[in-house]
């Protein structure tokens, strides 16, 4: 059992930058493939990052390539995404999942555990 806690969310304006964090409990963080996924109102939840739970590796998706990094510090039990040259398009919920030895391409409905979300708006 994974319990993920997320925080850092905020108002920025564009062009700006914020890190979000995902706390994890529980043991074996360094076995979960972690996923960041973002849910705008009216639209479905999408994939934005993950980082595999070997060697961390990463993917992201086309529309944040070049702005946004994950990390992982499984000391600390913590995921991070550090989001730079905010759009106003990147304005959502942004949401923290766990998967156990998921693989990096995993789609959200596999994943098992999931955080709360914390809302991120950019402004124009």
């Known amino acids: 059992q994974v319990q993920l806690v997320e925080s850092g969310g905020g108002l920025v304006q564009a062009g700006g930058s914020l890190r979000l964090s995902c706390a994890a409990s529980g043991r074996s963080f360094s076995t979960y493939t972690m996923g960041w996924f973002r849910q705008a109102p009216g639209k479905e939840r999408e994939f934005v990052a993950a980082?595999?739970?070997?060697?961390?590796?990463?993917n992201y998706a086309d529309s944040v390539k070049g702005r946004f990094t994950i990390s992982r510090d499984n000391a600390k039990n913590i995921v991070y995404l550090q989001m730079n040259s905010l759009k106003p398009e990147d304005t959502a919920v942004y949401y923290c999942?766990?998967?156990?030895?998921?693989?990096?391409?995993?789609?959200?409905?596999?994943?098992?555990?999931w955080g709360q979300g914390t809302q991120v708006t950019v402004s124009s």
């Open positions: 999942a766990a998967e156990y030895l998921g693989r990096l391409n995993l789609p959200v409905h596999e994943y098992d555990y």
């Open positions: 980082i595999r739970y070997i060697a961390g590796s990463t």
